[in-house]
């Protein structure tokens, strides 16, 4: 069977592009939904996507025996499982609390994460206190490139202020490889609609390394590290600066 799309080889990919995704809207199905989380779990699983989040994870845990994690824009909660399994691994009790306000996404989350450490919560990620009981470790995976630069500056001020160690981020770097990939592969394989409009338009929406250090900076974080890591993601750790002594 012949496949009837086209590439349009003249993208710009100096500049960010701020148009919303179909994912973004509140008229979704819950079928389409679900069938877009299952894809989605694959492309990290396949393409590396769930081994960029434990290495961010495994960097912030450290010699810890107890880890309570907190993800923002969890969607179906793919990410809890690689933290699970490592955990258990090396013994390492962990909790973890995912976050997202599509309350379709939450549902699809808890059918495929039945596990007594980990719970869901369907809000936006700001509304949420966590002043009395503030998880060690905060992070996003494919979370921050729906906003735009004022909301990310917002955001890594909030996820600093509520990491008792620290927080990571999981997302695309913003290039034409990584583009026209994501757009033939999900031409050819994905049955969903969702994952063909939204996988490419993400890369679109995503981030170079200049621009991830000029929001740390104007959000004001100190200490950090960014790592391109393969497939075309960048893995952003930044942890607490314990005070100096008097």
Known sequence: MALNFS??????????SYQPELLDRNDIPFADIERNMKE????????????????????????????????????????????????????????????????????????????KECSFLVSDYARV??????????????FCHHFNENQLAFMLQWMRANAVTGFFINDLHRHWFAYYSIKWLSAI?????????????????????????????????????????????WLIVATHVPPKPA
């Open 189 to 233: 394989f994905s049955r969903s609609y969702l994952v063909k409009n939204d996988a490419p338009l993400s890369v679109m929406r995503g981030f170079l390394r200049s621009e991830w250090i000029s929001l740390l900076e104007i959000a004001g974080i100190p200490d950090y590290s960014i790592d391109w890591r393969w497939s075309f993601r």
């Open 129 to 142: 206190d966590l002043e009395r009981d503030k998880p060690d470790i905060i992070f996003s995976s494919l």
């Open 40 to 115: 989605l779990d694959i492309i990290n699983s396949l393409l590396g996507g769930h081994r960029i989040t434990l290495s961010g994870f495994r960097q912030l845990a450290g010699a810890k025996k107890r880890v309570r994690v907190c993800e923002i824009g969890c969607g179906g909660g793919d990410n809890w499982r690689p933290i699970r399994n490592w955990c258990r691994r090396n013994k390492i009790e962990v909790q973890y609390l995912g976050i997202d306000l599509n309350p379709d996404c939450i549902r699809f989350a808890r059918l495929q994460n039945p596990d």
């Open 7 to 16: 590439l349009n080889w003249s993208m710009d990919f100096s500049t960010r």
